[in-house]
């Protein structure tokens, strides 16, 4: 049987019929990378360059590029877009905050990108450095809201340390938030002591809905996130990014084959089965990745598969990774460090207090005491922000 999708607008398609009175006829510059389309996936950048509402002067590109070319992690030089004629000006290479000179002359910026709903997700955090830089220059600041593809009633995780703040973690939330981009804009205006942002709300969205349950096409939001599946696991299977391990980059799948050349494919799932997390299913699993972990080098590992979406708990998926891993290969699993001393794992999970639990030999349910209490108070602490319900 067909799934029914459901009519939703996104703020994109909201602004172009209607406008928005503040920013009438100014000179805007556009935060976008190519998930910034309408329902034709027609970009914003063409878009907005062409409407009546504004006089578009300048785009600003997050991680991976205003085309999604680059890979993670990977600097970006300016350029200029080769279908407007507007520089672009890169917000992930020598600067994550675009800086007094990109904004001479504009009168406000807007954001319209894709996220994914988890805290270490970086376009959030381009979004709450250009905030700041707004608030500084005086200008406006305009989110063209977009769907939690995730759905915005799932919360989940520990609440991130702010002595532990990065750009894979800008602000203290939970790994699953259960926001929209412009709910988040919002939450941090308030937080952070920047001017109230100007949402174009989304029509016609509910929370509850997963993406695929709208009638927007699906375009991945990053290199590696091709599938809404990949997304549903990213907030757990993105933990395996702070060890040794391949998080599946360089294969079709992503963050759902996870392994390196040491591993006992049989033997990891078998230990994975054990724990009969809901929703999920394991299969042993060989893969080459081509890309950067074990490039070229046959890994073992598994093939996380989603039996029931509802029921899955991803981001205690990912400890029970990470403390399976530990306990089945104690010599050969690494935690990644950081030129500076620190962990890469400690900066996705906010903390270091998981790390050292799981050197400490913790079980899952004994570091993850307390999170539900920290996602139940993040719930009443979200709320004066959100901006959509489903009655």
Known sequence: MKQQKNSVQTGLEVFLEQGLPQIDGQPVGLITNYTGVNRKLRSSAELLHASKYVRLRALFGP???????????????????QRTGLPVYS????????TRESLKGLSALIFDIQDVGVRY??????????????????????????????TGTHIEGNMLDPRFASFVGVHPLPIRHGMTVGELARLFAAERGYPEPIVVPMRDWKR?????ETDLPWVLPSPNL??????????????????NLSEGRGTTRPFELLGAPWIDPFQLAEALEQY????????????TPTYPKHQGVLCGGVQVHIIEREEVQAVELGLHLLATLRRLYPDRLEWRGWPDGSYALDRLLGSDQPRLALEAGASVSEIMAGWDEQCASFAERRRPYLLYQDN
């Open 226 to 243: 091709p599938t809404l599946d990949t997304a549903v696991l990213y907030p757990g299977t993105c933990l395996i990014e702070g060890t």
């Open 91 to 98: 917000l992930y290479g020598e600067t994550e905050k675009p």
């Open 276 to 287: 009969e997390l809901p929703g999920l299913a394991f299969r042993p699993a060989y893969f």
């Open 63 to 81: 991680e991976h590029g205003i085309l999604g070319n680059a890979q993670d992690a990977l600097p970006i030089e300016g350029s200029v877009d």
């Open 208 to 212: 509850s809905w997963w993406f695929d």
């Open 121 to 150: 997700y970086t376009y959030p955090s381009t979004m709450a450095y250009a905030q700041e830089a707004a608030t500084e220059a005086g200008l406006a600041f305009v989110v063209l809201d977009r769907p939690n593809p995730i």
